[in-house]
C-alpha cells in the first residue's frame, strides 16, 4: 500500500502520542504474579476474536474483539487494557505484514481502549469491580463505550481521509453507521465476559466464546448478503452495457457524475449510497429494449424511439420489489423527465419530478453529450457544459446543472491528463 507523506506524519504523530500516554500509564504501576496469567489469557482472547475481521463498505474492518477489550476496561487497569488490546491486534492469525497498517492499528487501539478504560476508572468510586443493578455503574459503563466507539472511529477515517485524500468525514460517518451497532452490541456481551470471569473463572469465558463467534458470525453473514447485493447490481450493469455497444461503461460514470453532484448538494453518507445503486441501474431497462434498436448506427425513427422510451418504465419495474433500492422505482422511471413537463413517460414538471431523477438526469445527458456516437462526435466538457446550461429551466433543474459544474472537478474517471482538463473548463465555466 503507497501511503501518503501526511497519512506518514499523521500516523507516527499518533504512535508517539500512544508512546507517551503508555509510558504515564504505566508510571508506578506493576503486574501482580496472580494478575500477569489472566492478562495474557485475555490476550490470547482477544488474539482469538481479532483473527476474524469483518469488511466494512469503506474499507475498515471490525471484530469482535470490542467484547474483549470491554471486559478489560472493567476487570483491569488501563496498562493491563492497553496490553490486551495491542497484543490480540499484533498477534492476529491471517494479517500481512505491513508497517504502517500495525504501527497505526496498534497506537490508535492503544489511545482508544486505554483511554476508555481511563475514563471508566475515573468514574468508578474505586478500583473494585462493582456488579450490581445499581443505576450509578450505567453511567461509567456507558461513556467508556462511547469513547472507545468515539476514538476508534476517529482515527480510522482520519487515515482513510489521509491515504485517499478524501473528506474523513464521509469515512467517519459511513464506519460510525455500520460499525456503531456492531460495537453497542459488543458492549454488553462484554460485561458479560467481566461477569463470568469473576464468578466462573477462565474456562466459563472459554465457553462464552462459542455465543460471541455466533455473534459475529451473524453480522458477517449481513455484510456478506450487503456485498452479494452490490455485486448484483455491478454484474447487472456489466450486462446493460454489454447489450448497448455505444454506451459501455455509461452506467459507471453516470453513477460517478451523480453521486458527485448529490454531495455538493447535501445529501448523506446513506442517501448517496442509495443514489450510487440506482444510477448503476438507471438504464436497466433496456434489457427489454432490441439490440437493433440500441446498437442501430444512425438516429431513431419515430416509432424506435417510441420503443426506446419504454426503458425507464421497464427499468423502474425491475426495481420496484428491491427493498434496499426503496423509492428507486420512482427515480429511474423518471429519469428522462424534462423540468418544463415535455419529457417522458409520464410528462411530468418541476418539484414532482424526484429530485434524484433530475441529478441522473443531468448526469446522463452530460455522459451522452461527451460520448462519440456513430452518427456523431462526442462534445468537449465546455460545450457539454454551455448546453446545459442553456437548458437550465426548460430540459433541465437549474440548481442541478449548477451543482454538477461545481462537483465535476472532483469525478474522478478519466485519466489524470484528461481530468485536469475537463476539470479546468468545469472551473472556468463556474467563474464566468
Known amino acids: 500500500m503507497n501511503v501518503p507523506l501526511k497519512a506518514k506524519v499523521y500516523i507516527y504523530c499518533l504512535a508517539t502520542i500512544a508512546l507517551i500516554f503508555s509510558l504515564f500509564s504505566l508510571k508506578g504501576h506493576s503486574f501482580s504474579p496472580q494478575e500477569l496469567p489472566l492478562v495474557l489469557f485475555f490476550v490470547l482472547i482477544n488474539t482469538a476474536a481479532e483473527s476474524l475481521p469483518v469488511p466494512m463498505p469503506k474499507g475498515a474492518t471490525v471484530t469482535v474483539g470490542f467484547a474483549t477489550i470491554f471486559a478489560a476496561i472493567i476487570l483491569f487497569d488501563t496498562p493491563a487494557v492497553i496490553l490486551i488490546a495491542v497484543g490480540g491486534y499484533l498477534f492476529a492469525l491471517g494479517k500481512k505484514f505491513n508497517f504502517y497498517q500495525y504501527l497505526f492499528n496498534s497506537a490508535q487501539l492503544c489511545l482508544s481502549a486505554g483511554l476508555a478504560a481511563y475514563v471508566y476508572r475515573q468514574l468508578v468510586a474505586n478500583n473494585d469491580i462493582i456488579f450490581d443493578a445499581k443505576a450509578s455503574m450505567v453511567f461509567p459503563l456507558l461513556l467508556s463505550s462511547l469513547t472507545y466507539i468515539f476514538l476508534n472511529t476517529l482515527f480510522v477515517a482520519l487515515v482513510l481521509g489521509f491515504i485517499t485524500n478524501n473528506k474523513p468525514y464521509a469515512y467517519w460517518l459511513s464506519n460510525m453507521k455500520w460499525s456503531a451497532g456492531n460495537f453497542l452490541a459488543m458492549a454488553p456481551l462484554g460485561l458479560l465476559i467481566a461477569l463470568i470471569q469473576t464468578n466462573v473463572g477462565s474456562w466459563g469465558v472459554v465457553l462464552f466464546l462459542i ?3 455466533l455473534a459475529r458470525h451473524s453480522f458477517k453473514s449481513y455484510m456478506d448478503m450487503r456485498q452479494s447485493f452490490l455485486d ?11 447489450k448497448d455497444s455505444y454506451t459501455r461503461g455509461h452506467s459507471s460514470r453516470v453513477a460517478e457524475y451523480a453521486v458527485a453532484t448529490a454531495k455538493v448538494l447535501g445529501y448523506n453518507e446513506s442517501q448517496l449510497d442509495k443514489i450510487r445503486y440506482i444510477s448503476l441501474l438507471h438504464d436497466a431497462g433496456k434489457i427489454g429494449i432490441s439490440e437493433e434498436i440500441l446498437n442501430k448506427p444512425s438516429s431513431l425513427s419515430n416509432e424506435e424511439f417510441q420503443e426506446m422510451k419504454r426503458h425507464p418504465v421497464i427499468g423502474g ?7 434496499m433500492l426503496e423509492g428507486g422505482e420512482k427515480i429511474i422511471r423518471h429519469h428522462h423527465e424534462r423540468y418544463d413537463g415535455k419529457g417522458y413517460p409520464d410528462g411530468i414538471a418541476g418539484e414532482e419530478i424526484p429530485r434524484e431523477a433530475r441529478i441522473i438526469g443531468v448526469a446522463d445527458s452530460f455522459d451522452a453529450m461527451t460520448s462519440t456516437r456513430p452518427y456523431r462526435k462526442a462534445m468537449t466538457p465546455e460545450e457539454a457544459f454551455a448546453e446545459l446550461e442553456r437548458c437550465a429551466g426548460s430540459q433541465f433543474d437549474p ?14 474517471i478519466k485519466s489524470k491528463e484528461e481530468q485536469r482538463a475537463m476539470a479546468e473548463a468545469a472551473a472556468t465555466r463556474e467563474t464566468e
Open 211 to 213: 455465543p460471541l463467534l
Open 317 to 323: 419495474e425491475i426495481v420496484k420489489n428491491v427493498k
Open 232 to 242: 448484483t447490481i455491478m454484474s447487472l450493469t456489466t450486462a446493460i452495457d454489454a
Open 399 to 412: 440548481e442541478i446543472v449548477k451543482a454538477f459544474i461545481k462537483a465535476f472537478p472532483k469525478v474522478k
